[in-house]
């Protein structure tokens, strides 16, 4: 009991007195904040406003990277008209035009927008890998110290947060009253229902305190659009229900894999397509394929699992993935391609029936989306962004499993039906909702509504 206390009492000091020299140092950094943002705007950018995206990596070329570019393509009219400048807070240590290529490549748009990148230089704060210990209260420090980097070095008018730096948000406004905050919130930084009695004492505080502070830094915020309604949900029991919490689907390329035709001659192929992430349970989707393989032997499906990686962290991760199957025997069955172009993520979906997602609680659930849009009976995990925004009812547009034997059930019905008159229908329904309710058309529509807010039009 009083190690527990003990514990909690240091988490307390830790934090509040790096809070307490961040506010002592703020009132330093006031004006030269001001005269910094004199200066550029009327030397440097010549501009009425600067709108500030904070996105430090720019470049992994995931769901989170096509929401800012395809944000920043939304508001560019908008910006244009306004006089106001765009730039992209960022660690990254490539130019502008090696990301704007890679982008264009991964994404399969044009990017007809102009914008400067901002870099910031303590990359430590930004790296989740970083902060073992602590973690949650380690996030939150370096939200803060990488968010007064950015805006100091580049004071915005607007600050658009795109991955969830929320704890940054007071000290936007402390440093500038008048900075408006957009928040396109992925994923809550913190839960209640991470929050259980039965955990140690002293995690039990440490996170209602992590829970309430996150619940105080997101007033700080004008508009926030969560990206499903799973995260709306939680965004209103955090924040409260109000108007300035919007949904705002992420963008799915429906376009360019709807074209893939239903009626090509398909192998039986199983696809999977999503970073090299921990939180995305590839392992989970390798232990459905071997359970596939053992309880069906008259098939012989080969699994194509497709990803990104950003860095060493998720090498490694691919790494064990591949040891992993060689140790459940079904290496020979199973290709990993990482870091593909577009095109070639078409080219192998074309010639494939079924598609799996098995991340638990996936806020929403961009490549899931693209895979119904391709004609693949899709299967997704039965909770988060899939059960209540995409996937729905089960065997409309897909099907819903939870653990490795109801995906490898799954995937068998799916192969089994995909060309009978079942299967037909799910993939009809599939493609239909993927093209109407998730393009990337209507996110840029809604989003530029959205920000028309914090942007009005003169």
């Not at 004071?155 to 500038?176: A, C, E, M, R, W």
């Not at 058309?441 to 009005?456: D, H, I, W, Y």
Request: charged share 20%; aromatic share 12%; with cysteine.
């Amino acid at each position: 009991m009083i190690s527990d206390l003990y514990i909690l009492f240091k988490l307390v000091t830790v934090f509040f007195s790096f809070v307490s020299v961040c506010l002592i140092l703020t009132g330093m950094f006031l004006c030269f904040t001001n005269f910094r943002k004199r200066i550029l705007m009327n030397q440097v950018f010549e501009s009425k406003k600067i709108i500030g995206f904070y996105h430090p990596y720019t470049n992994a070329c995931g769901g989170g990277e096509k929401v800012l570019f395809l944000a920043l393509k939304a508001i560019s009219v908008m910006a244009k008209r306004t006089k106001s400048k765009i730039v992209i807070y960022t660690v990254e240590d490539q130019d502008a035009e090696e990301i704007v290529q890679r982008a264009a490549e991964r994404f399969n748009f044009k990017v007809d927008f102009e914008f400067k990148l901002v870099r910031i230089t303590r990359r430590y704060f930004t790296d989740q890998h970083s902060v073992v210990k602590l973690s949650l209260l380690n996030q939150a420090i370096g939200n803060i110290v990488s968010v007064i980097e950015a805006i100091t070095t580049c004071p915005p008018d607007i600050f658009v947060d795109t991955i969830g730096v929320g704890f940054g948000y007071p000290f936007v406004k402390l440093f500038s009253p008048s900075t408006k905050v957009v928040s396109y919130t992925h994923y809550p930084f913190i839960q209640k229902d991470m929050i259980s009695p039965e955990l140690p004492r002293y995690k039990f505080f440490y996170y209602n305190l992590m829970l309430w502070l996150y619940k105080t830094v997101g007033y700080s915020a004008d508009v926030i659009m969560a990206n499903s309604t799973w995260t709306q949900k939680h965004c209103k029991s955090l924040w409260g229900d109000t108007d300035k919490i919007k949904r705002v689907y992420p963008p799915c390329n429906t376009t360019a894999f709807s074209k893939i035709p239903f009626d090509t001659a398909k192998k039986d192929n199983i696809v999977s397509f999503s970073q090299f992430r921990p939180e995305k349970d590839q392992s989970g989707q390798l232990k459905a394929f071997y359970e596939l393989l053992e309880a069906h032997k008259e098939i012989s499906p080969h699994f194509y699992m497709i990803g990104s990686c950003r860095g060493a962290e998720d090498e490694k991760l691919l790494a064990s993935l591949q040891e992993e199957a060689k140790e459940l025997g079904i290496d020979q069955k199973v290709t990993f391609l990482k870091n593909l172009p577009q095109q070639e993520v078409i080219d192998i979906m074309a010639e494939a029936k079924v598609a799996i997602h098995t991340m638990w609680n996936e806020h929403f659930g961009i490549s899931i989306v693209e895979m119904m849009a391709a004609g693949l009976i899709t299967i997704a995990h039965n909770s988060g962004g899939p059960k209540a925004d995409i996937i729905l009812e089960e065997g409309k547009r897909g099907y819903l499993s939870e653990t490795p034997k109801e995906f490898a059930t799954a995937m068998q019905l799916a192969l089994q039906t995909y060309n009978t008159a079942v299967g037909k229908s799910i993939r009809n329904t599939a493609r239909k909702a993927a093209i109407e309710q998730f393009s990337d058309e209507a996110f840029m529509e809604n989003f530029s509504k959205c920000f028309s807010e914090v942007l009005p039009q003169d």
